[in-house]
């Protein structure tokens, strides 16, 4: 049985504890690109909340001591109201006995007293200012006493007078009472109010707080998870355009860099079969001109009589061997030439080019055939600058060119029109010719097509001229197509304008 590895220094590692820490750490970055938008929304979701669940908890509180207040206002209110009431009723009373001595209205006043002390504590409970409240309790024990001295003989008017001073002192005390508690009510509701304010500013600063906090969270995962999706598309790009000889390889969440780890697979299959066509280029060329060339150096051999005289039906037949010969010859190297051009148009080297400097080196080169032919040719809005590959695009031009030149009458005009238009680049060339029968328009691009109107002093083309056209403006991005025209052929090329750039002249 297999012995346990123990993790530790022992075995030259970190300890189980830093394993663990790595392994969570990298843990992250296998999750996928779902859980990292969960993890997103749900952090911005929890600070919103928080600020939310924050400001109600704020609101809630406000509102309870807002409510606690006004019921406190209120009670302090009906006690003071009382508590006069308890004053009349102790002054009817002491009244009475001073003139009846009667217990039993003694014993009245008592009662009243006694609730009037029992009204007092609760004001007292009430946080209210405890020196009013003495004073009123210290004025009633002053009534009392003087009750007391009713038993005792003496003038009873002046104990009459002396005990309506002392309840009209009681009755300035209820009232001062009165105006301490408006006073303490009113500075509740200040402190209340200046609760609301704060607890507003504090609302208002975690409110931005979150806020801020969560533009902060959806930015920096807006940033984390658009740059795989940047180098993703940036990788689509270079297989899009043939460029096979850079790795794919990003980091982010697994599942993208699953895919990375996809299209780099077929980056590298892309490449295989990008060889494979190349090697099959090559084989087939070899093994079809090989046999080809025997062929007609056979053929040349019979026609020159190196195997014995012929006659004039052998030598007819040997005349029909030679020009089919050259014929399929002539068609297996166009059919090379087309396959290596569609081969070779997704292999592009863009780089800024004045777009009419380019035509006008296409004109240049094929300047002694549509001189022979007494021809004029212009170019118009130019200078425009573009971003492509300008062999391959200058090929284009010529074939172009050449087709124009083919079909034009002597004397007759070529023109190439510049202009740029809802984000593009256009290419207009138009000749003087017969133009396209209605028959050929929708084929006029197949590779080998020749159409039914042919110049009748040029040779007759192998019809892979404008295919080869087409290849090249595709791998740029752009289209070409045949428009409608009264005199002779219109062909427009559209660029987009992604890798377009106009000339300072023009900008």
Same mark, same amino acid.
């Given at each position: 049985?297999p ?17 663990l820490?790595?392994g ?35 609101? *809630? ?9 006004v ?14 009431e308890?004053?009349? %009723? ?7 006995y ?18 009037a ?18 004073a ?5 024990a002053?009534?009392?006493n003087l ?11 002046r104990k ?7 309840f ?5 005390l ?10 303490h ?5 200040g %402190? ?5 304010? %704060? ?6 600063q ?21 740059? !795989?999706?940047?180098?993703l ?16 390889d ?18 590298l299959?892309l ?13 087939i ?5 090989? !046999? ?5 150096e056979?053929?040349?051999?019979? *026609? ?11 030598r007819?037949v ?31 080297q863009?780089?800024p ?15 002694l ?26 090929a ?22 510049l202009?740029?238009?809802?984000g593009?680049?256009?290419?207009d ?12 328009q929708?084929r006029?691009?197949e590779p080998?097509?020749?159409? *039914? ?11 892979i001229?404008l295919?080869?056209v ?16 009264e ?8 660029? !987009? ?11």
């Open positions: 049985m012995s346990r590895r123990r993790c530790g220094p022992a075995h030259g590692g970190h300890p189980c504890g830093a394993a820490h790595v969570l750490m990298f843990g992250f970055f296998r999750i996928s690109f779902r859980q990292v938008l969960l993890i997103g929304f749900l952090l911005i979701a929890g600070l919103l909340s928080a600020a939310s669940l924050g400001a109600l908890l704020t609101l *809630e509180r406000l509102t309870v001591q807002g409510r606690e207040a019921l406190r206002a209120a009670r302090m209110g009906t006690e003071v109201q009382q508590l006069a308890r004053s009349i %009723s102790m002054e009817r009373a002491a009244r009475q001073l003139v009846l001595e009667d217990r039993s209205l003694r014993q009245r006043f008592e009662d009243d007293a006694e609730d002390e029992r009204l007092l504590q609760q004001l007292r409970e009430q946080s209210l200012q405890p020196t009013a409240l003495d009123w309790t210290t004025k009633l002053e009534i009392r009750l007391d001295l009713v038993v005792k003989p003496g003038p009873a008017r009459e007078a002396d005990l309506t001073a002392k009209r002192e009681l009755s300035a209820t009232a001062q009472l009165a105006d301490r508690v408006r006073q009510t009113q500075q509740s509701n %402190s209340l109010q200046d609760q609301l304010e %704060s607890g507003r500013v504090k609302l208002g975690q409110v931005v707080a979150a806020i801020v906090l969560s533009v902060l969270l959806a930015m920096a995962f807006g940033f984390w998870l658009t740059r !795989p999706l940047r180098r598309e940036q990788a689509i790009v270079r297989l899009g355009e043939n460029r096979l000889e850079e790795p794919i990003f980091r982010g969440p697994a599942d993208l860099q699953s895919l990375g780890q996809r299209l780099d697979w077929l980056r299959r490449g295989e079969l990008d060889a494979d066509k190349a090697r099959f280029l090559r084989h060329s070899h093994e079809l001109k090989t !046999p080809l060339a025997a062929l007609r056979g053929v040349s051999l019979l *026609e020159d009589e190196v195997a014995g005289a012929l006659n004039d039906k052998q007819e040997a005349r029909i061997l030679r020009d089919n010969t050259a014929v399929l010859q002539r068609q297996i190297e166009d059919l090379l030439r087309f396959n290596a051009a569609a081969f070779e148009a997704r292999r592009l863009r780089q080019t004045e777009l009419a400097s380019l035509i006008q080196g296409s004109i240049q080169a094929q300047r055939q549509w001189q022979a032919r007494n021809l004029r040719i212009t170019v118009e809005g130019g200078p425009q600058e573009i971003e492509v590959d300008p062999d391959k695009l200058g284009a031009f010529g074939n172009l060119l050449s087709n124009a030149i083919r079909f034009a009458p002597p004397g007759g005009g070529i023109r190439f029109e202009s740029r238009r809802d593009h680049l256009l290419i060339l138009s000749d003087d010719g017969p133009g396209v029968a209605p028959a050929d929708a006029i691009f080998f097509y020749r159409g *039914e109107r042919q110049p009748e002093d040029a040779l007759r083309g192998t019809g001229g295919s080869i087409k290849e090249y403006i595709a791998a740029h991005g752009g289209q070409i197509d045949l428009l409608p025209s005199r002779g052929a219109h062909f427009r090329i559209s660029l !987009p304008c992604s890798h377009t750039h106009l000339s300072p002249a023009h900008a």
